[in-house]
């Protein structure tokens, strides 16, 4: 039987155009798989165990989940990124550049310009000094 190898971001509930980490998932049975499958079987065990975070570990639950589906994990690709200290915003580089895009989540960072901790989610930051 040849098997067949389907890359899926797992943070199939996040932002458009938000990057993630990226697990792979092998399919284990003989009938044809599609795309529309391999959702379905995410969206269950994302019920079941929650959607597994940027830089999480995937559990070991959610691996028999995705197995119980017909999906068995393979391997995880991890995005380097960081938290840009003056915006609060998700940044990688790439080509010399930074990309930065509105956090998965809620963000906690300190604003040297203002001098104040934020608290940023999504595309909202708000700054204090309670």
């Known amino acids: 039987m040849k098997r067949i190898i389907l890359a899926l971001a797992l943070a ?3 932002v458009a155009g938000a990057r993630a980490d990226t697990s792979t998932y092998v399919w284990q049975r003989k009938e044809p798989w599609n795309d529309a499958m391999l959702q379905a079987a995410a969206q269950v065990c ?3 165990y929650g959607v597994v975070q940027n830089g999480a570990i995937t559990s070991a639950p959610y691996k028999h989940c995705m197995l119980q589906q017909g999906w068995r994990y393979q391997s995880t ?3 380097k990124s960081y938290i840009d200290p003056d915006s609060g915003m998700s940044c990688h580089n790439q080509g010399g550049a930074a990309i930065c895009e509105p956090p998965q989540g809620t963000v906690k960072y300190f604003d040297p310009d203002q001098g104040l901790w934020c608290t ?3 595309i909202v ?4 000094n309670l």
Request: charged share 25%.
């Open 12 to 14: 199939v509930s996040a």
């Open 46 to 48: 994302d019920q079941q």
């Open 77 to 79: 690709a991890r995005e």
């Open 125 to 128: 930051s708000v700054c204090s």
């Open 120 to 122: 940023r989610t999504g």
